[in-house]
């Protein structure tokens, strides 16, 4: 039976998404009108289930919500073209986007308009890969794997590379060496953010030691879903579940130590339960395992204070 947990640090929130809940808590708090948000603030379905109950409205589209209304832009970045047709429609627009997103978000367009063709790191689809590709669509190919750049068509301008902030560590190295390969002069901007390179850092470390691991943390959680991967590649087993009523309790059969984070959008609330269940299964040990320290903090963006008004 489990005696000991490995309790990874850093782990959950990080500065993005603790800006980006707190842009909507403030809105919703200080609204008596309702609140519509584009996309999910944070990809966590515990968070967005709870804004839900509180009134939040959350939209896949910018048509779905009543001219002149208010809408919080997620914490994962907007296309240009996104944020015109909110203004064209009068809607009051709160920016939650994650900084380090838009500094991605500005260096794409600079580099599109200095005259390179951009290759975005990134998975296709993702919120984030999305609204950084809307910056230079015509300029812009996303590309995740080292075969997907020798599938490349040829092209005559230079190369600028960038990538998703949440994305492998490990796996986006070998796609930037493939492209290095492919153009030796590719300008290259490998814009993993800290909190998904602290995190990955973390559950190698506790995977090592661990006879199991699990990842709290949503499908479509980009920096949750590496995360369970990083822990398999060490060969430790390893699951991602939303939260304790996903896990089967079979997983702790023939294991001592369990190594337990959670994804950059995760609450720790949804860790205190599974760590007060495995202590009823013989667990008396948990210990921290800290690989870094965060002090990152981001200022809330200048539209609070007007939305409040």
Same mark, same amino acid.
């Given at each position: 039976?489990?005696?000991?947990?490995?309790?990874?640090?850093?782990?959950?929130?990080?500065?993005?998404?603790?800006?980006?809940?707190?842009?909507?808590?403030?809105?919703? &708090?200080?609204?008596?009108?309702?609140?519509?948000?584009?996309?999910?603030?944070?990809?966590?379905?515990?968070?967005?289930?709870?804004?839900?109950?509180?009134?939040?409205?959350?939209?896949?589209?910018?048509?779905?919500? =009543?001219?002149?209304?208010?809408?919080?832009?997620?914490?994962?970045?907007?296309? =240009?073209?996104?944020?015109?047709? +909110?203004? &064209?429609?009068?809607?009051?627009?709160?920016?939650?986007?994650?900084?380090?997103?838009?500094?991605?978000?500005?260096?794409?367009?600079?580099?599109?308009?200095?005259?390179?063709?951009?290759?975005?790191?990134?998975?296709?689809?993702?919120?984030?890969?999305?609204?950084?590709?809307? /910056?230079?669509?015509?300029?812009?190919?996303?590309? &995740?794997?080292?075969?997907?750049?020798?599938?490349?068509?040829?092209?005559?301008?230079?190369?600028?590379?960038?990538?998703?902030?949440? %994305?492998?560590?490990? &796996?986006?190295?070998?796609?930037?060496?493939?492209?290095?390969?492919?153009?030796?002069? @590719?300008?290259?901007?490998?814009?993993?953010?800290?909190?998904?390179?602290?995190?990955?850092? @973390?559950?190698?470390?506790? +995977?090592?030691?661990?006879?199991?691991?699990?990842?709290?943390?949503?499908?479509?959680?980009?920096?949750?879903?590496?995360?369970? /991967?990083?822990?398999?590649?060490?060969?430790?087993?390893?699951?991602?579940?939303?939260?304790?009523?996903?896990?089967?309790? +079979?997983?702790?059969?023939?294991?001592?130590?369990?190594? %337990?984070?959670?994804?950059?959008?995760?609450?720790?609330? %949804? %860790? @205190?339960?599974?760590?007060?269940?495995?202590?009823?299964?013989?667990?008396?040990?948990?210990?921290?395992?800290?690989?870094?320290? /965060?002090?990152?903090?981001?200022?809330?963006? /200048?539209?609070?204070?007007?939305?409040?008004?």
């Amino acid at each position: 039976m489990p005696h000991t947990v490995l309790l990874a640090e850093p782990r959950g929130f990080c500065a993005g998404v603790v800006r980006a809940i707190n842009v909507l808590d403030q809105v919703l &708090d200080g609204s008596t009108e309702p609140v519509y948000a584009f996309h999910e603030i944070v990809h966590n379905r515990y968070v967005v289930d709870d804004f839900r109950q509180r009134g939040a409205i959350f939209v896949e589209q910018v048509s779905e919500v =009543p001219a002149g209304a208010r809408i919080v832009f997620s914490a994962h970045g907007i296309a =240009p073209s996104v944020v015109q047709e +909110a203004r &064209d429609r009068g809607l009051r627009i709160i920016d939650a986007t994650c900084p380090l997103v838009t500094k991605v978000h500005l260096e794409t367009k600079k580099a599109a308009r200095d005259g390179f063709d951009v290759l975005l790191v990134g998975h296709e689809g993702h919120d984030e890969v999305e609204g950084t590709k809307g /910056e230079a669509p015509d300029r812009t190919r996303v590309v &995740d794997t080292p075969g997907d750049v020798q599938a490349l068509a040829e092209g005559n301008r230079p190369i600028f590379v960038v990538t998703q902030t949440t %994305l492998s560590v490990d &796996d986006t190295a070998a796609t930037i060496d493939a492209i290095r390969a492919r153009y030796p002069q @590719a300008e290259v901007r490998n814009d993993i953010c800290y909190a998904t390179t602290n995190r990955q850092a @973390a559950v190698k470390v506790i +995977a090592e030691r661990a006879d199991l691991v699990i990842v709290i943390g949503s499908q479509n959680s980009s920096n949750s879903v590496r995360l369970r /991967e990083v822990a398999a590649a060490t060969g430790t087993p390893a699951y991602r579940v939303d939260g304790i009523e996903e896990i089967d309790p +079979a997983w702790y059969e023939g294991v001592g130590i369990v190594g %337990l984070t959670a994804g950059a959008s995760v609450p720790d609330t %949804l %860790l @205190a339960p599974i760590i007060a269940d495995l202590r009823t299964r013989g667990v008396t040990r948990v210990e921290p395992v800290i690989v870094a320290e /965060e002090t990152v903090e981001f200022r809330m963006p /200048e539209e609070i204070d007007a939305s409040q008004g």
